[in-house]
């Protein structure tokens, strides 16, 4: 991460081992950003769920109006 976007990570945390979100301070709005490892496209059917639900959680944790 460079000098200027140092300050702007207001926080980040692990939704899972394959979710991640962060949270940046952006103008005028507040950018949340989730980044997720997808599996392989032989993984089975309940792994893929799993990934999607934690995908959903983590979506919904995001507030629609951040302030």
Known sequence: MNKKSE?????WWSVSRR???IKLHG???TVNV?????PATESSEDYLQQLYEEMDDAS???KLHDQ
């Open 7 to 11: 300050g702007t990570v207001i926080d």
């Open 19 to 21: 979710v991640i979100m």
């Open 27 to 29: 103008n005028p709005l």
């Open 34 to 38: 989730i980044q997720e490892y997808s």
């Open 60 to 62: 919904k944790s995001c």
